[in-house]
Each structure stands twice: as C-alpha cells, then as structure tokens.
C-alpha cells in the first residue's frame, strides 16, 4: 500500500538487470502485474559500465525515455528494451551472448525502434486489451512459500529420444516436463521408448508441456500423427509461447495450486491451461 500512494509521483519503471535470466523476470512480472499500474522497461547491457564500447548507457538513457513516455497502449505493460528494439516483456528471448542485439521476439512484433527519435510501430495498437482485473500479484503474496521449489525440467526431443532414463522415481520428483519438439511440432512417437515415456508420465502426474521454437507460422499438433499421439497421452501445447514465458507460468500456477495434490494439479492443468495466465500472453 506504501508503494501503491508513492506510485502517482512516478511515471514509469526501469530495471536495470542481468540478461541471462532477463526474459524469466520480464514474463513473471507481465503475468503477475497484468495490467501494471506503470510502463517497466527491463534492460541491461552486454558489456559493464565502466568498459569501452558499452551498451550500458545507451541501452539505460532509451529505457528511461520510454518509460517517462510511453504511449498509452504501452502504459501498462511489462517491456524489454535492449539495444534500439523494444519488445513485449512476455515475448522476449536472449538470443546471443556476445552481440549487442542479444534479444529477440520470435513470434510477436517489435514494439519500437529506436534512432534519433523512438518510432512505434503501428502494431501497438493492435496488442490484445489488458482488462481491468484483480492481478495476480495480490493472490501471490498472500502465498506461503513452498518448502520445494517447483521441479521444471526441460528437454530436447531428439530421435531415439531416450525415455528410459525417466524412471518412476524421477518423474515423482517432477512438477513438469518442458518438451521441445521437432520444428513442425512433432516427435519420435514410433519409438517404444518415446511412447512408453509419454503413457508413464501421464500415469504418474507429470505435466508434458510440449513446445516448438519455430519462428515462422506456429504449427498444430493436429497436423500429423506425431502430434496427435501427443494430444492423446495429454501433453499440454504451449502455441505460440517462449520456453521463458511457458517455463514461469508452470512454476506461477504450481506455487499459486499448492493446496492441490500433484494428481489434481495435472488434472486441473488439463482443463486450464489454454487459458492466458495474463490477458498479453494468448496461447
């Protein structure tokens, strides 16, 4: 409450923070603080401050101008900005560890490009509405911590994928298994390894949550019979969502479910988790 009356003496927000795990902090907060009461703009840089050549203070001054100004489809969204681009918080990935561009938006447009002046694009107009809505922090901070983190693991579909490996015991341990599948949306489902992997998971209550980093048009899994067979052991398509994005909305809704068993988790999963987490992450 102390922040909610200091908050109308403000414009807008910067964070300044690490770009490893940038994307994770920017789609938690899109969920969480949808719609946010201010413009936060996260950025940070390739190169420290004090070396030559960095794009620390370039990235910070453009953060801050977009932050004081941004036009109002933009006044209550999560933002990432990170050398001249500027990208919807919940849609953004590192893409590089050494290029000053080191982030991009796979399958959503750039907000704004940035030059002498700061040009948005046309497509802001167009971003899905943000209703107003009791958020999600509130329910999370009423939260009591869990004694366990949530165990998310994610994993590289590959031919002769190697399901045996997943024995009961580890599948116990997890809360969900992140699958990134061929580009097409498919994976290795002759294989009786993959299948039989597929079908124990399900029997013991471990969310598969199925992705594919295409860039271009977002594949069905009702295409092919690969994919079919995924639907029908359960697996959970995550659309047109980042592995960021999927990864911290499995971890929200695991800490926000903890009351339920991890049997009725996977079941109300099932139901549920079509539905946006957030009203500018449709998937």
Known sequence: AHISQKQKHYDGVVVLHGTDTLAYSAAALSYLLSPCNLPIVFTGAQKPLATLRSDARLNFISALEVAAHAPKPLQNRVMVLFHDELFLGSRVRKKSATDFAAFESPRFPILATIGSEIHYSAA?????????????????????????????????????????????????????????????????TTQFGFMHFLKKAKALSAPLLCITERDEEIPSLKTYQAGR??????????????????????????????????????????????????DETEN
């Open 124 to 188: 802001i107009q167009y971003l899905p509405k943000l209703k107003a809505k009791k958020n999600l922090l509130e329910t999370f901070k009423k939260l009591t911590p869990s004694a366990d983190l949530p165990q998310i693991l994610s994993v590289d579909v590959t031919p002769q994928f190697c399901g045996s490996l997943f024995n009961d015991e580890i599948l116990k341990g997890l809360d969900a298994i992140l699958l990134k599948l061929y580009p097409s949306g498919t994976a290795p």
């Open 229 to 278: 067979e995924l639907l029908k052991e359960k697996a959970l398509w995550c659309s047109d969502m980042t592995p960021e994005a999927t990864f911290v909305k499995i971890w929200l809704l695991k800490e926000i479910h903890g009351s339920k068993t991890k049997k009725q988790l996977y079941h109300w999963l099932q139901n549920h988790w079509a539905k946006p987490l957030s």
